[in-house]
């Protein structure tokens, strides 16, 4: 037993030593993160706050008035955004993802219309509609974020089928700040 007391007592030592003489390795980033969140202190986040809407289209004949007011608050930033059909509030949340593009994500707006990606419907086509289940719609508008200005794609292709503000005919709503 007493060799036994030993032989764990050389064995515990080692690992010690083993363990005093590793260096702690530097800690780096994910090498491909979906986005990443921007601090507070960060200008150009301090610059998203303000108001926001479309500029009148003198060749457009399709109405598309639309106003967002980005306010930074304790915990981040909240937003206000009215159409002709509703006004809604609540978190706005800023982003820059890796390759430094910045985004503005509208929590809680649900889609006005969502059929999802419609370019493998030849592989479904045994499957009945009342089959298939129903496609959630997605919840929460983004816009990209250049100089002052917010786009949001408003809706996608015949592959790709989506409207996200329905009261507005245009594929990309572009918000000028005031």
């Known amino acids: 037993m007493k ?3 030993k032989h764990f007592f050389a064995f515990f030592m080692m690992i010690l030593l083993l363990a005093c003489n590793n260096k702690p390795k530097p800690v780096s980033q994910e090498k491909n993160p979906e986005r990443i969140a921007t601090n507070s202190t960060n200008k150009n986040e301090e610059s998203i706050a303000g108001f926001y809407e479309t500029q009148p ?4 004949t399709g109405e ?3 106003s967002v007011e980005i306010k930074k608050e304790k915990n981040g ?3 206000f955004l009215k159409t002709k059909l509703r006004k809604l509030k609540g978190i706005a949340t800023f982003t820059t993802n890796e390759s430094g593009e910045k985004y503005l994500l509208l929590e809680d707006i649900k889609w006005d219309d969502y059929e999802g990606d419609l ?3 030849d592989e479904n086509d045994s499957i009945t509609e009342s089959e298939s289940p129903a496609l959630e719609i997605p919840v929460g508008i983004d816009a990209s974020y250049t100089k002052d200005t917010l786009t949001i794609q408003n809706y996608g292709n015949s592959m790709n089928s989506y409207t996200k503000i329905a009261e ?4 990309y709503i572009q918000l000028i700040k005031k």
Do not use: H, V
């Open 77 to 79: 930033y909240t937003y």
């Open 119 to 121: 370019g493998n419907e």
């Open 64 to 66: 598309c008035k639309i």
């Open 3 to 5: 060799s036994a007391d």
């Open 57 to 60: 289209d003198p060749n457009n």
């Open 168 to 171: 507005c005919d245009k594929k």
